[in-house]
């Protein structure tokens, strides 16, 4: 595997189901990133974690939790969803100590709640 | 605070003809500046970057763009649309250091016309 790859690429849950999304970089990079794209939205930024440390939180709801277990993987838990939360969630890495900060990103999830 | 415009959610060219995406910015210190494309179900991919020297930057797919910083400007262009073009198209800001986040524009929808 190369880059940024995330699982599963499609997800259709239900309201009261507990799903995570995943994300593996093969970068050696040091940064991740959740972000969120909806239809006419800009690209809505999550959660940031630097040497798995979490450094933002853009008030995301508490329905989604985020985990950094270290730095090549990165976790999203859903729970208890609303249908406005279907989106494409994608994930980001990149490299910030002395570098331009260039962020590379995965396929993303396509995410459906019912 | 920075932030970024994107004029004309929806861009339509002939094959072969020039493509102009605009991308006006606003920030209190010169920023970093990127271009983005995304296909279809699928992630960002990075088409360009300026940090700082050469103002003219050229990046993939015969894409290049200038930073102007007079006009606070990071336009894209393509001296010849090609049908594979077609795509949406993000500019996105950073500060030059001491961060790690972006700012994306609302993106650009690049229709290729045969």
């Known amino acids: 595997e190369t880059g940024v790859t995330q699982t599963p690429r499609h997800l259709v849950m239900g309201m009261t189901n507990k799903k995570s999304l995943k994300c593996e970089q093969h970068l050696g990079h040091n940064a991740m990133y959740w972000y969120k794209q909806s239809a006419k939205k800009p690209l809505e930024l999550m959660f940031v974690?630097?040497?798995?440390?979490?450094?933002e939180n853009n008030s995301v709801p508490s329905r989604f939790s985020p985990e950094c277990p270290n730095s090549s993987h990165l976790f999203l838990h859903l729970h208890t969803l609303q249908p406005e939360d279907s989106a494409l969630y994608l994930c980001?890495?990149?490299?910030?100590?002395?570098?331009?900060?260039?962020?590379?990103f995965g396929p993303g999830t396509r995410l459906t709640v019912l | 605070a920075q932030s970024v415009t994107q004029l004309g959610s929806h861009v339509s060219v002939s094959e072969g003809a020039l493509v102009l995406l605009r991308c006006n910015y606003s920030?209190?210190?010169?920023?970093?500046l990127f271009w983005y494309v995304q296909y279809p179900n699928q992630g960002l991919q990075l088409l360009l970057k300026y940090t700082t020297g050469a103002t003219l930057v050229k990046g993939i797919n015969g894409f290049e763009a200038e930073f102007k910083k007079s006009e606070t400007s990071f336009h894209l262009t393509k001296p010849s649309a090609h049908m594979s073009d077609a795509a949406e198209y993000f500019c996105?800001?950073?500060?030059?250091?001491?961060?790690?986040?972006?700012?994306f524009g609302t993106g650009t929808r690049l229709k290729v016309l045969a």
């Open positions: 996105a800001v950073s500060p030059p250091s001491g961060t790690y986040k972006y700012i």
């Open positions: 974690y630097n040497f798995k440390e979490q450094t």
């Open positions: 920030s209190s210190v010169p920023p970093y």
């Open positions: 980001a890495s990149s490299q910030v100590s002395g570098g331009t900060n260039e962020q590379f």
